[in-house]
Nanobody, 115 residues
Framework: QVQLVESGGGLVQPGGSLRLSCAVS????????VGWYRQAPGKERMLVAR???????DYADSVKGRFTISRDNAKNTLYLQMNSLEPEDTAVYYC?????????WGQGTQVTVSS
């Protein structure tokens, strides 16, 4: 079993920034797919950003140019730097790792963008 713990969420004004962290209980060095999803109230969970094949990044169109995903293999930690936040970014953010056929999720962290 793999545990993931997110942190860094909170309330921020439009135009502000947050950095989410996801601490993973095992090495992520060889994990082929890691990333972040989000789920807004009344909407389906959607992919925000991911890293595949160790270095290839992929972003949802709505966050391109504003969000940056990164990983620190030495610390077994994922990050999501979120800049120029908009009210539409309000959601619960979940990190995941997919080492094989199984996917492991964090418990989620709330991000609220509001003035």
């Amino acid at each position: 079993q793999v545990q993931l713990v997110e942190s860094g969420g909170g309330l921020v004004q439009p135009g502000g920034s947050l950095r989410l962290s996801c601490a993973v209980s095992r090495s992520i060095l060889s994990v082929n797919s890691v990333g972040w999803y989000r789920q807004a109230p009344g909407k389906e969970r959607m992919l925000v950003a991911r890293i595949i094949h160790s270095a290839v990044t992929d972003y949802a169109d709505s966050v391109k140019g504003r969000f940056t995903i990164s990983r620190d293999n030495a610390k077994n930690t994922l990050y999501l730097q979120m800049n120029s936040l908009e009210p539409e970014d309000t959601a619960v953010y979940y990190c995941y790792v997919r080492p094989s056929d199984s996917t492991f999720w964090g418990q989620g962290t709330q991000v609220t963008v509001s003035s």
